[in-house]
């Protein structure tokens, strides 16, 4: 079982910066690959980006491709997603999630995620 809690999210000027932060409970957080969704209002939970278990493996969808980059620190059970050069259309509702993995394999449906957080709201403005 795996807990995921999730900070800073907040509101912005479009081009500015955010980071959000998402703590795992648990001791086991290096056998998940962790993903970054969003759903903005009226819309479908899309994929954002994904990291292996390792940290080795990254993906990205590619509407935040070279904006967004996801980490992890596995020693503070802390998944990160650096958000930069928001855009208007990057508003909604950031939700952190895990998904137990023997490899470096990084899932982007939601259908493949077994933990979520309770999401944290990043608001974009022009």
């Known amino acids: ?9 907040g509101l912005v000027q479009a081009g500015g ?7 795992a409970s648990g001791r ?3 056998n998940y690959a962790m993903g ?13 980006a994904a990291i292996s278990r390792s ?3 990254t993906r990205y969808a590619d509407s935040v491709k070279g904006r967004f980059t996801i980490s992890r620190d596995n020693a503070k059970n802390t998944v990160y997603l650096q958000l930069n050069s928001l855009k208007p259309e990057d508003t909604a509702v950031y939700y952190c999630s895990a998904t137990r993995s023997n490899t ?3 899932p982007t449906g939601p259908h493949e ?3 979520w957080g309770q ?8």
């Open 104 to 106: 470096d394999y990084t």
């Open 113 to 115: 995620y077994d933990y």
């Open 17 to 23: 910066s955010l980071r959000l932060s998402c703590a």
């Open 55 to 57: 940290g080795g493996v």
């Open 119 to 126: 999401g944290t709201q990043v608001t974009v403005s022009a």
């Open 36 to 48: 970054w969704f969003r759903q903005a209002l009226g819309k479908e939970r899309g994929f954002v």
């Open 1 to 9: 079982q795996v807990q995921l809690v999730e900070f800073g999210g």
């Open 28 to 30: 086991t957080f290096d």
